[in-house]
Every structure is written in structure tokens, then in C-alpha cells.
């Protein structure tokens, strides 16, 4: 008796009957409220990451002023105890420091290498004096200034306010509404601009 030959007739299920779910596709809205969260998280950081860009520019400002102090100290050993007298007085450290480190980081794009625009402003008050008395002299020198960052306005920024015969200079205020400051003792801080204001003269005519 002859084998019978049994077929399968079961075909498999076609592709397109598949049981998995086709990717779901963002709605406008979705699209709307991730646009709006992004937004939300860029205004938290934006001022986070301007405040950590200032805070970077004040200290590299901060590092120019010691190296200028530096400059200061080794032209006093230069010159019998005395600091450079005030016009100028840029000029006379060039024998002791880069020339760069006279422009602040954080200072305006009109900063130049002239006496009406220089970043840095000298305590003609005081400092400037050293001309007729040497440092060892000098009785408070953690507490008189050498120089702080001008207010960049392009009218002598070379000097600084204080009872000297030119004009009062006012202290910049581009470091969080204050100025970097070196001493006479070579140490450098910052200070706000109304707390400098208040030590005027203290802080300029400490001799």
C-alpha cells in the first residue's frame, strides 16, 4: 500500500500583520513643551556660566596686578626704595614686565597704551609721592594702594582719585561692581567700588 503524503498547509503570518507597534512620532505639542523646558534650563545657566566668565576675567586681572607689583618692587631696587613717578609711570615698569599685563581682561575695548585709556589706574594721592619718600618709609603698606582698575571713561585713567593736584579718577566697577586693587605690601584684593569710595582718602594718603 502506497505512503500517503501529508502537507502543511500553515503558511507564516506576512510582515505587514506583525503584532509589534509602530514608533509613536512626537505631537506638536510634546514638541512645544520640550522647546519650553529647554528654555527654562538655558535662562537658569545662561547667568550662572556669564557670572563664572567674570569671576575667570577678575582673576586674571588680579594675576596682571601682581605681576605689576612685582615690576614696582624690582624698580624700587633699582631705584634706592622709590616707586615711579605717576606720568607716565606704565612706561618705567617695561624693563620689568610684559607689556600685556596693563590691559584688564575685563577691560573696555577702548583700553590703549596711552594715559587717557590705560586700564590701570596709579594712586596719585599717595604712591605717586613715593618719589620724595622710600617704602621702608611708608607706615601702613598693607593699606595704601599702588593701583586698581580705572573707570575706563578715557579721562586720565592713568591716575586715580585721591588729594593730589589733577582731578578726581574714580575706581572701576567692571569685577561685580567693584575693582581689583594692589597694595603697596604687593598683595592684591578686590573691593566694591562704595567701599573704596568710603576709604578715600584713608586708603590714598597713608603716609
Known amino acids: 500500500m502506497g505512503r500517503v503524503e501529508r502537507r502543511n498547509n500553515h503558511r507564516p503570518t506576512p510582515l505587514h500583520h506583525s503584532i509589534i507597534p509602530s514608533s509613536h512620532a512626537f505631537t506638536l505639542i510634546e514638541l512645544l513643551v520640550v522647546i519650553a523646558i529647554i528654555s527654562i534650563l538655558a535662562s537658569l545657566l545662561l547667568p550662572a556660566l556669564k557670572n563664572a566668565r567674570g569671576s575667570a576675567k577678575s582673576a586674571a586681572c588680579m594675576n596682571d596686578l601682581r605681576q605689576i607689583g612685582f615690576a614696582y618692587r624690582m624698580y624700587a631696587d633699582d631705584n634706592n626704595d622709590y616707586f615711579p613717578a605717576c606720568d607716565y609711570w606704565y612706561n618705567s615698569l ?111 594718603d597713608n603716609q
Open 94 to 204: 617695561t624693563n620689568y614686565v610684559a607689556t600685556n599685563v596693563f590691559f584688564c581682561p575685563a577691560g573696555p575695548p577702548t583700553q590703549q597704551w596711552s594715559l587717557n585709556r590705560l586700564s590701570y589706574s596709579y594712586n596719585y594721592a599717595s604712591t605717586a609721592y613715593f618719589g620724595i619718600k622710600p617704602l621702608s618709609n611708608i607706615a601702613q603698606p598693607a593699606e595704601t594702594v599702588v593701583c586698581l582698575d580705572s573707570d575706563g571713561d578715557g579721562s586720565a585713567d592713568y591716575v586715580c582719585f585721591g588729594n593730589g593736584p589733577l582731578p578726581s579718577q574714580e575706581p572701576g566697577r567692571r569685577h561685580h561692581g567693584g575693582s581689583n586693587v594692589l597694595w603697596v605690601d604687593l598683595h592684591v584684593s578686590w573691593h566694591s567700588y562704595d567701599l573704596i569710595q568710603g576709604h578715600n582718602p584713608a586708603w590714598f
